[in-house]
């Protein structure tokens, strides 16, 4: 089964940056719409971009989505980060080919971000 594996996370100070990787194994990354979505403690999960072949959407300014199809990888860039940014990341795809594995849904382990000096 295809399967993600995040890196990139850690602790940094407010106004710095990470970016978080999303390797895409076993399978193709191409046929998935890609997201990232977070969520903090107490809170619900947060929708934060996604990136599909149409295109890319940052629901976070300070966040780019991209991708590297002969990479195989997914990334987010998260530059000017804050204290609110901290949240455990995930790396969601979604298969958006026709056929019998359209809609299946597939999530990577998390990735703590914890900004704080």
């Known amino acids: 089964q295809v399967q993600l594996v995040e890196s990139g996370g850690g602790l940094v100070q407010p106004g710095g940056s990470l970016r978080l990787s999303c390797a895409v194994s076993k399978s193709i990354i191409s046929l998935y719409d890609m997201r990232w979505y977070r969520q903090a403690p107490g809170k619900q999960r947060e929708l934060v971009a996604r990136i599909t072949g149409g295109g890319s959407t940052n629901y976070v300014d300070r966040f780019t989505i991209s991708r590297d199809n002969a990479k195989n990888t997914m990334y987010l860039q998260m530059n000017s980060l804050k204290s609110e940014d901290t949240a455990v990341y995930y790396c969601?795809?979604?298969?958006?080919?026709?056929?019998?594995?359209?809609?299946?849904?597939?999530w990577g382990q998390g990735t703590l971000v914890t900004v704080s000096s």
């Open positions: 969601n795809a979604r298969r958006s080919d026709y056929g019998p594995n359209r809609g299946l849904e597939v």
